[in-house]
């Protein structure tokens, strides 16, 4: 997604929703890794339970013009993971990161569904990796900027880990056949 969509979506987001969030994503981040670990299980199940008998065909399907998707929302999960694992990481060594580290470039899309999911599982592997490497108490000083919810710590990315994936395993549920969104 290109900055400046990504800057008129964040303008459009009502900024009660944004607090929301916020609090919400803090308040997880001051638990302990092991809870943090928890909700990162939840959400690769959410993902996961989102593709319960999505086929290769409905995955390309797109419902309308200039939305994505499914296949597109799996490589935007597998690049947004990955780069959360290195934003975690950098950040609980205390490294000043470049936020671009959040949302790599996603592939060219000729992964296969089957290829699509397994590297979801393995970005939600190397998260749930970062999140482990964190020291108890480690110093929240270290940020990286998200574009809609402003600086993040390393506890609090991995803490948004949660709420991404419900939203987009909410978009697939949508994008499936009997939602209404594929008629």
Excluded at 157 to 169: E, G, I, K, L, Q
């Amino acid at each position: 997604m290109e900055m400046q969509n990504l800057r008129e979506e964040a303008a459009a987001l009502p900024e009660d929703a944004r607090q929301q969030v916020v609090g919400y994503v803090k308040h997880q981040a001051s638990k302990s890794t092991a809870d943090l670990l928890g909700l990162i299980d939840r959400a690769a199940g959410w993902i996961e339970k989102s593709l319960e008998g999505v086929s290769e065909s409905q995955a390309r399907f797109c419902p309308e013009p200039g939305e994505w998707c499914i296949a597109d929302v799996l490589r935007h999960v597998d690049a947004s993971m990955r780069g959360t694992a290195r934003l975690v990481s950098a950040l609980a060594a205390g490294e000043s990161v470049n936020a671009k580290m959040a949302d790599p470039p996603v592939d060219s899309g000729r992964k296969t569904l089957a290829e699509l999911r397994d590297g979801v599982a393995q970005s939600f592997d190397d998260v749930r990796a970062a999140v482990a490497a964190i020291p108890e108490g480690a110093a929240s000083g270290a940020t990286a900027y998200h574009p809609f919810f402003g600086d993040l710590t390393c506890k609090e990315w991995a803490a948004f880990v949660y709420v991404h994936s419900r939203d987009h395993a909410d978009q697939i549920q949508k994008a499936k056949p009997g939602s209404g969104a594929l008629s």
